[in-house]
T-cell receptor
Framework: QQQVKQSPQSLIVQKGGISIINCAYENTAFDYFPWYQQFPGKGPALLIAIRPDVSEKKEGRFTISFNKSAKQFSLHIMDSQPGDSATYFCAASETGGGADGLTFGKGTHLIIQP | DSGVTQTPKHLITATGQRVTLRCSPRSGDLSVYWYQQSLDQGLQFLIQYYNGEERAKGNILERFSAQQFPDLHSELNLSSLELGDSALYFC???????????FGPGTRLTVL
């Protein structure tokens, strides 16, 4: 059972455009929603994260939008640059009990064309 | 650089063999997590340790086991290896409590 569904699988955006990646979750006990960026041959790097008590969080060109009632969250990359070309993963976890292994989406392969 | 180190970077072995992967968490982090990344299964949580004690289990096979030592480094033991165990294995660490996890560079395991 896939608890975090991510779309699209791949995305091509022109330089300077907005990249949007969407995720939906099923487990209402999830209370921590991070996004990770992964380059080939590297480990996932934490990009930005949000908790359900806020609807939006912005860090530089990266914004997470969160819709608790719809159980959906999305990553927006503004002014996308070729260096943003990577695979992006959404994830979720329950942090309350301290047992907080991450459940990941399948990933989105993002290509920013110059 | 996340501050999490993993050794070895690459490991090639044969079916039926046993290997040990090692992880050193960021300084001060008490939680260590192991994940497996493969093309068909994606990134999957295997197991979590907190200050030497097992805290949570994910999709970890019975052939796999882990432990966290008093100095907080962790080892993932994979035995009776099968071709399907070929994957990237990542360790992550966390100070604990807020969900934030920092991933290491991974160990690429190839089973021939």
């Amino acid at each position: 059972q896939q608890q975090v569904k991510q779309s699209p699988q791949s995305l091509i955006v022109q330089k300077g455009g907005i990249s949007i990646i969407n995720c939906a979750y099923e487990n209402t006990a999830f209370d921590y929603f991070p996004w990770y960026q992964q380059f080939p041959g590297k480990g996932p790097a934490l990009l930005i994260a949000i908790r359900p008590d806020v609807s939006e969080k912005k860090e530089g060109r990266f914004t997470i939008s969160f819709n608790k009632s719809a159980k959906q969250f999305s990553l927006h990359i503004m002014d996308s640059q070729p260096g943003d070309s990577a695979t992006y993963f959404c994830a979720a976890s329950e942090t309350g009990g301290g047992a907080d292994g991450l459940t990941f989406g399948k990933g989105t392969h993002l290509i920013i064309q110059p | 650089d996340s501050g999490v180190t993993q050794t070895p970077k690459h490991l090639i072995t044969a079916t039926g063999q046993r290997v040990t992967l090692r992880c050193s968490p960021r300084s001060g982090d008490l939680s260590v997590y192991w994940y497996q990344q493969s093309l068909d299964q994606g990134l999957q949580f295997l197991i979590q340790y907190y200050n030497g004690e097992e805290r949570a289990k994910g999709n970890i096979l019975e052939r796999f086991s882990a432990q966290q030592f008093p100095d907080l480094h962790s080892e993932l033991n994979l035995s009776s290896l099968e071709l399907g165990d070929s994957a990237l294995y990542f360790c992550a660490s966390s100070p604990g409590g807020d969900g934030t996890q920092y991933f290491g560079p991974g160990t690429r395991l190839t089973v021939l």
